[in-house]
């Protein structure tokens, strides 16, 4: 099995603490208000959030995904840091063991940087193309910036 790492980053005029809840702490709430076509739902299948927990994300109908399962691998909400592992999902994973993710907002200006760090495990014998890693980080990206725009209208949630 071998592992491919893709990692991004992010400016946003929001400060970590505000895009950090949003995103993380609180997505289950937040997200399907500001992505309703996109995500219809995030619930908790196990745990309350933290450390341990399983949080399912139900998309939209219009999305060629139905569904994934996220496991949390670390949580620290002082350092606005967040590492999960995708266990599952509707899509069949024919080149993917499983995909572990990690976010971390720093504090630039009055803003913030979001470092995204994503480990593809890829079956052995199998590779995977960087176009279609690409598509799932713009995706990621759209979210990233519909989440900063709902809260620049929005100053006072996830204050």
Do not use: W
């Given at each position: 099995m071998?592992?491919?790492?893709?990692?991004?980053e992010i400016t946003s005029a929001i400060a970590p603490s505000r895009m950090f809840k949003a995103l993380v702490l609180d997505s289950h709430s937040i997200l399907p208000k500001i992505v309703p076509e996109g995500i219809k739902?995030?619930?908790?299948?196990e745990g309350d959030g933290g450390v341990g927990s399983i949080k399912q994300t139900n998309f939209g109908e219009s999305s060629h995904i139905k569904y994934t399962k996220h496991k949390v691998e670390a949580l620290d909400a002082d350092s606005f840091y967040c590492k999960?592992?995708?266990?599952?999902?509707?899509?069949?994973?024919?080149?993917?063991?499983?995909?572990t993710e990690e976010v971390k907002f720093v504090a630039v200006g009055s803003g913030c940087v979001c470092k995204m760090t994503s480990e593809y495990h890829v079956k052995e014998g199998c590779e995977l193309k960087e176009e279609d890693i690409k598509k799932g980080k713009d995706r990621a990206m759209g979210l990233y910036k519909a989440v900063e725009e709902y809260l620049?209208?929005?100053?006072?949630?996830?204050?």
């Amino acid at each position: 099995m071998g592992v491919i790492t893709y990692s991004m980053e992010i400016t946003s005029a929001i400060a970590p603490s505000r895009m950090f809840k949003a995103l993380v702490l609180d997505s289950h709430s937040i997200l399907p208000k500001i992505v309703p076509e996109g995500i219809k739902s995030v619930e908790f299948i196990e745990g309350d959030g933290g450390v341990g927990s399983i949080k399912q994300t139900n998309f939209g109908e219009s999305s060629h995904i139905k569904y994934t399962k996220h496991k949390v691998e670390a949580l620290d909400a002082d350092s606005f840091y967040c590492k999960y592992t995708m266990i599952e999902s509707d899509i069949k994973f024919d080149k993917i063991d499983f995909v572990t993710e990690e976010v971390k907002f720093v504090a630039v200006g009055s803003g913030c940087v979001c470092k995204m760090t994503s480990e593809y495990h890829v079956k052995e014998g199998c590779e995977l193309k960087e176009e279609d890693i690409k598509k799932g980080k713009d995706r990621a990206m759209g979210l990233y910036k519909a989440v900063e725009e709902y809260l620049v209208a929005n100053p006072d949630l996830c204050a």
